[in-house]
Every structure is written in structure tokens, then in C-alpha cells.
T-cell receptor, first 115, second 113 residues
């Protein structure tokens, strides 16, 4: 069975300070891992993905994530938050299963950025 | 520009009525999906389709129906049998079976009065 847990439902940071959004996953096999961002009343946009290549993955808008197999984690980071980063972020795990890929979404972490 | 178009953006419905949400894509993707999003929860899969004229139930298919008559189109009908239909509905597509990498529409917000 596979699952994904986002450890914080809300994170608040000040503009210009680092961002850390935590995600732990559980998967019997090597998964693909993704982070998506969703602004209010919008669809989801892919930030970055890990598919068994480099463990440090760089994405759009200065975000990056590190795959740590020993810790079963895939935390999302950004060195300096911007007001436009305020949104909801979803960690997603996906792996091949009979009949196709099985994709599981985390519950989401809402990021607040203070001026 | 290529993308996924969902309509309507906002929809109000009286109890007991069926309603159909439109989803059209011009990305030439084989697979399409419908998700439901409720506050504080992740996305839950309603239905998905990997090829034309074929679709499978997701985790919460009860009270919903779909069709896939064309590659570009995957409409979702919320029937009166759906007990709690008020939600934000998201349509997505993917290249073949690489389902983890999804492209999303802007969503449709359904409110049942």
C-alpha cells in the first residue's frame, strides 16, 4: 500500500525567509514523487517531480525538494519566500500498479507569507 | 495555447437535479481524470479514462457518471444520487500512462442549494 502524509496543514513565514513544507511517503516500491501548487480557485500546477534520477530536484519559481529514501521523505524548500508563494501545496506519490499508475494526493499544506 | 478547459467555472443546482461539467483538452493526451476537492482534504479520484470509449471508476464514483466519446472531451455528470455534491471539481489529463504528471484545468465549483 502507498500513502502520503503532509506533516503541516498550515505554515506561516515572513517574506524573504526560508520555506520548508514537509512530506513523508509510504510505498512498497520505488515511487515517483511530485509537488503541485494551487492558488485559490485555480487548478494545480506541477512544481517539480522525482522519478529515480537525482535525489535533489529543482523546480519552478526557486523551489526544490530532496528525496531521502532512508527517511521516506520528500520535503519542499525555498531559500526566500515571496508574497506570490502564498498558496496550497500538495505532495503526491505515484507508482505503477496493475492497469496503470496509482496516484495519491496528500491533504495539502497552506502556505501563508507575511509582509 | 494548449491546455484544459473546464466549464462552467461556477454552478448552482437544486437538490434532485443532474448537472454536467465539461472538460476539454487540446494537449493530445490519452488519459483524462476527474477529481473532487473538499476543504482540508487532498484530491479524490472520481473517474478516469485511458482511451476513448473506455473509463474506470475511481475511489468515489458513486453518484457520478462519465463518457469518453472523443479523445478531447471527458464530461462528468453529477447525478441526484450523489448525496453531498457541493465541492470543487478538477479535470486533469496526462500523457499516456504517466499518470503522476498531471495537467489540470481551472476547476468547476458546484454548489447545491
Amino acid at each position: 500500500a502507498q500513502s502520503v502524509t503532509q506533516l503541516d496543514s498550515h505554515v506561516s513565514v515572513s517574506e524573504g525567509t526560508p520555506v520548508l513544507l514537509r512530506c513523508n511517503y509510504s510505498s512498497s516500491y520505488s515511487p515517483s514523487l511530485f509537488w503541485y501548487v494551487q492558488h485559490p480557485n485555480k487548478g494545480l500546477q506541477l512544481l517539480l517531480k522525482y522519478t529515480s534520477a537525482a535525489t535533489l530536484v529543482k523546480g519552478i519559481n526557486g523551489f526544490e525538494a530532496e528525496f531521502k529514501k532512508s527517511e521516506t521523505s520528500f520535503h519542499l524548500t525555498k531559500p526566500s519566500a515571496h508574497m506570490s508563494d502564498a498558496a496550497e501545496y500538495f505532495c503526491v506519490v505515484s507508482r505503477w500498479n496493475t492497469g496503470g499508475f496509482k496516484t495519491i494526493f496528500g491533504a495539502g499544506t497552506r502556505l501563508f507569507v507575511k509582509a | 495555447d494548449g491546455g484544459i478547459t473546464q466549464s462552467p467555472k461556477y454552478l448552482f443546482r437544486k437538490e434532485g437535479q443532474n448537472v454536467t461539467l465539461s472538460c476539454e483538452q487540446n494537449l493530445n493526451h490519452d488519459a483524462m481524470y476527474w477529481y473532487r476537492q473538499d476543504p482540508g482534504q487532498g484530491l479524490r479520484l472520481i473517474y478516469y479514462s485511458q482511451i476513448v470509449n473506455d473509463f474506470q471508476k475511481g475511489d468515489i464514483a458513486e453518484g457520478y457518471s462519465v463518457s469518453r466519446e472523443k479523445k478531447e472531451s471527458f464530461p462528468l455528470t453529477v447525478t441526484s444520487a450523489q448525496k453531498n455534491p457541493t465541492a470543487f471539481y478538477l479535470c486533469a489529463s496526462s500523457i499516456g500512462q504517466k499518470a503522476g504528471e498531471l495537467f489540470f484545468g481551472e476547476g468547476s465549483r458546484l454548489t447545491v442549494l
